[in-house]
């Protein structure tokens, strides 16, 4: 079940970023690609790349999530729509973001998989590659996009136990710091949204687009079941090794 037998994709997250560039890939493919996001304008220009189909969503809204990803019959499911930590601490961490982060990166990713998942059992084949994130992995910090990304690990390779023998593929895709927009989700100032793409090489969104594709171009023998990847500078949890002094 390589890339070449899959027909119809279905990215989350598609006005930007990763999930653009893997909208942008699919599509030169030869993929038919649903995309779907909250900006309209910017999936229309996604039309350029070839059949791409747009679809204007907020994945906090529930119903008309189902509504919208209900009827819509796909090989593969991207789900890459998210947002970032906040850089405010913990204790003063604004009610609303906390529930935007886990409404829109935990339950939106869940209810995708829920709304387009019985097409996929009923014609016996499917992909779901689930963007989570190092933050997901190991504790670094911002304990809210944490546990949201924590959930999109979890959920992920559980669902490859729930979804045994139906033929549905399984890929959990968790990046380190990678050059979008998403910084300008963390906070409005400009310099702090600078310091994370300064600094060192980070990785692009076509770089971790790239590791998408790859898991879907697998043979059907294969599920890629996690892929990690950062940049070669950023290692997780930053350790600094201090000279041990006494046990
Ligand atoms: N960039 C990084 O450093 C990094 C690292 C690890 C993991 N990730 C993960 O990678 C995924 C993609 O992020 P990105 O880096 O590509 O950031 P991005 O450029 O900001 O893209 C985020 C996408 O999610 C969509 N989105 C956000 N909230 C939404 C909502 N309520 N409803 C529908 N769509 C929504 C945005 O579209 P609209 O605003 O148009 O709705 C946009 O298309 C996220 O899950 C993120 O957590 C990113």
């Given amino acids: 079940m390589a890339l070449t037998d899959y027909q119809t994709a279905l990215v989350t997250g598609a006005s930007s970023g990763i999930g653009a560039a893997t909208v942008q890939m699919l599509a030169a493919r030869g993929l038919k690609v649903h995309a779907v996001a909250r900006r309209l304008d910017r999936l229309l220009a996604l039309k350029e790349c070839g059949d791409v189909v747009p679809h204007a969503l907020d994945m906090q809204e529930r ?34 973001k906390i529930d935007a982060t886990l409404t829109t990166n935990v339950a939106g990713t869940v209810h995708a998989v829920r709304a387009v998942s019985p097409g996929m059992v009923a014609q ?12 997901g992995l190991h504790a ?11 959930a999109v690990h979890r959920f ?9 023998g139906s033929g549905i593929r399984v890929t ?8 979008t ?10 310099k702090a949204q600078g310091a994370m793409v300064d600094g060192f090489e980070i990785i692009t969104a076509e770089d971790v687009a790239e590791a998408v594709v790859w898991a879907l171009d697998q043979p059907w023998r294969v599920n890629v079941s996690l892929i990690e990847l950062t940049a070669t ?3 997780p949890g930053g350790v600094t090794i201090h000279p041990v002094t006494s046990r």
């Fill in 233 to 235: 500078e950023q290692i």
């Fill in 63 to 96: 119903d008309a999530l189902y509504d919208v990803l209900g009827d819509l019959d796909v090989d593969i499911l991207v789900n890459s729509a998210g947002v970032g930590s906040q850089f405010d601490p913990f204790q003063e961490l604004d009610p609303d």
């Fill in 124 to 135: 016996g084949r499917g992909h779901i590659v689930n963007i989570g994130s190092i933050f």
């Fill in 140 to 150: 670094i910090s911002t304990a809210v996009y944490g546990a949201s990304k924590a």
């Fill in 172 to 179: 959990e895709v968790s990046p380190g710091r990678a050059a």
């Fill in 181 to 190: 927009e998403i910084f300008a989700t963390m906070t409005d100032d400009a």
């Fill in 156 to 164: 992920s390779q559980d669902l490859r136990h729930d979804l045994k």
